[in-house]
């Protein structure tokens, strides 16, 4: 059952890969008692540090939790209408580094760390849902991965380099390579199939670029800010992203068209990790620091975004 409170707890550290920590000291001040957001989830022990929803079903959340430097840690598929979370990977040693969908929604990618015992070696796993089962696929370090809408590619980001590999065919090329770069958190594809959005680390500054998977060519779309977290809409022409460039350290929850021309910040969010979209684009999941929200984005915003973003 989905509550419209805002829960309150004290006393955790929260962990966003190495980068970012902070110990909650109040809710959101937009989301207590606000119209178009809803509290889904407290944060837990140990605490969500990742969310994605199905890309088939509204009401199943997966999320990674753990807290860093103490075990044990999971893979949830969490129900949000009942409130039940369904374990689907667990760890007493080391952690998940990440954990994705797979298109269908039937499966789930997990990247273990080093000294995973549960999970080696180390490196990407898929797990299978229904059959409890599990299949090591390859260890390629701490590369960024995404899954392409249509199930027949993987988008892999690291080291300055990103790369596609056919899922059949275990082929792997580079299809963009800057040495200067280092890929961030955030890569994501087009709903067609035809774009990967990422973020890329110039210094000081992570901007978002877009590249055409066909021709290689890339835009940056975002000029001078700090990015993390870019998410395509299912219906195609928004991009969700979290900002950490704020004057205050607040990170903010903003939109952008996929051309780069028309950005918009939702309004009195903060600390703001891990957005997501749901299946049919019309709601927003994150994290805050005292659990999982979703936002009714137009009814936030008071307008539809995707044919009228910016006012």
Not at 145 to 174: C, F, Q, R
Request: aromatic share 12%.
């Amino acid at each position: 059952m989905f509550r419209s409170y805002c829960a309150t707890s004290t006393g955790f550290t929260v962990r966003l890969a190495p980068i970012y920590a902070s110990s909650l000291v109040s809710c959101n001040r937009y989301q207590k008692n606000s119209e178009g957001i809803t509290f889904v989830a407290s944060r837990g022990t140990p605490p969500f540090q990742s969310i994605a929803w199905s890309p088939t079903d509204e009401n199943k959340i997966l999320a990674t939790a753990f807290t860093v430097g103490q075990w044990p840690a999971f893979v949830y598929i969490h129900d949000v209408e009942t409130g039940q979370k369904q374990v689907v990977a667990k760890t007493d040693s080391g952690w998940f580094d990440a954990a994705r969908w797979t298109p269908d929604g039937r499966n789930v990618l997990i990247l273990t760390g080093d000294n995973t015992r549960e999970f080696e070696p180390r490196g990407w796993w898929k797990l299978d849902i229904a059959n409890s089962s599990s299949e090591y696929l390859k260890d390629i370090g701490n590369r960024v991965v995404t899954w392409s809408p249509d199930g027949k590619m993987i988008a892999e980001a690291g080291g300055g380099d990103l790369y596609l590999t056919n899922v059949i065919t275990k082929a792997e090329e580079i299809i963009h390579t800057n040495v200067e770069s280092i890929y961030s958190f955030g890569l994501s594809w087009s709903p067609d199939n035809h774009y990967l959005v990422f973020t890329a680390d110039q210094g000081p500054f992570m901007d978002l670029y877009v590249l055409n998977v066909k021709t290689q060519q890339v835009e940056k779309i975002t000029k001078d800010e700090l990015i993390l977290y870019a998410v395509w809409s299912p219906k195609g022409n928004i991009i969700a992203f979290v900002n950490t460039s704020s004057v205050d350290g607040k990170w903010t929850l903003h939109l952008i068209s996929s051309d780069g021309k028309c950005e918009v910040e939702i309004p009195n969010l903060e600390n703001v990790l891990s957005p997501t979209w749901s299946p049919d684009g019309s709601k927003l999941g994150y994290i805050s620091l005292d659990g999982i929200y979703f936002i009714e984005v137009n009814k936030v915003l008071g307008r539809d975004i995707y044919s009228n973003l910016c006012e």
